[in-house]
């Protein structure tokens, strides 16, 4: 029960797991989490990049570890959890940011539509929709025993908007968008509203997967870069950091009343018709 006392955003203690968190926007969010005084731990895959980061981030806090762990496999995602749980608690906060694509799934511009590779295509969207599915299960079967937490997944603009070239990765984030919404009631329906699962819908970041996509080394924008700044109402690619704030949000006690949403952060391309 919250008081007039209660401080909404407190996150101190909060134990957080962040899948993805070696990438870009996910070590952002590690690093903005640990500086309000939460626990964090990072799922990867890589142990290099994971030692990495963990590594920076250990330098603001203590209360960060890193565990090498492939979250397309349960019986890995299983494991990761029990060590998290054995070194503080049951998480109280989940942030599937793991995801991707990879070039097979790409229709690229001297291909046909007809030239996708159906191999990579399915490879995309088991990582993307797989990737959420299994941790979402995993960690959510420890918040129901202590009826409380907090599941934020990572959507794109290509759930909304037919963006071109991105089939695979558009599938298994839209199969993943639904997925939050059937969590979300089958959660509240079945256990009580302490268990909240929402996703946010980053638009146009930059980061290691996309980067030559979007700008050529020279520093100047690719065509592709060029239209998806035309379509931003903003004019400009989103920073990391603004991502913290829904984050902060959706992780706390002030959306307690929140669930099965989906937050577009997005410098209004998912408003905009582009006329």
């Known amino acids: 029960m919250l008081t007039k006392e209660t401080n909404l955003f407190d996150l101190g203690g909060k134990v957080a797991v962040i899948s993805g968190g070696t990438g870009v926007l996910g070590f952002e969010v590690a690093r903005y989490l640990l500086r309000q005084g939460a626990k964090v731990a ?3 895959r890589n142990p290099d990049k994971l030692r990495q ?5 250990s330098t603001e806090s203590e209360q960060c570890i890193g ?3 492939d979250i397309t496999d349960r019986i890995a995602v299983a494991a990761a959890a029990a060590q998290i749980i054995q070194e503080w608690d049951v998480p109280d906060i989940l942030i599937n940011a793991a995801g991707g694509n990879i070039p097979g799934a790409v229709i690229q511009p001297h291909q046909s539509l007809f030239d996708l590779s159906l191999t990579d295509f399915e490879s995309v969207v088991h990582l993307n929709l797989q990737g959420t599915v299994i941790p979402s299960l995993v960690f ?3 918040m129901q025993q202590k009826k409380r937490g907090s599941i934020i997944n990572f959507s794109s603009m290509s759930v909304t908007r037919a963006i071109t070239r991105v089939a695979g990765y558009s599938a298994g984030k ?3 968008e639904n997925f939050t919404r059937w969590m979300a009631c089958e959660l509240a329906l079945r256990y009580g509203d302490g268990i909240r699962v929402n996703a946010i819908a980053p638009g146009f970041f930059i980061g290691e997967q996309n980067r030559r996509l979007l700008v050529n080394p020279d520093g100047q924008l690719t065509d592709r870069g060029q239209l998806i700044i035309q379509h931003t109402p903003m004019s400009r690619f989103g920073r990391p950091e603004e991502l ?7 992780s706390s006690d002030a959306s307690s009343f929140v669930t099965g949403t989906v937050i577009p952060i997005d410098g209004g391309f998912g408003a905009f018709s582009g006329v």
């Open 140 to 142: 959510a079967e420890g």
């Open 67 to 69: 565990i090498v762990t």
């Open 53 to 57: 980061k963990v590594g920076i981030l």
């Open 244 to 250: 913290n704030g829904a984050i902060h949000f959706l």
């Open 42 to 44: 990072l799922l990867a």
């Open 174 to 176: 839209a199969g993943m």
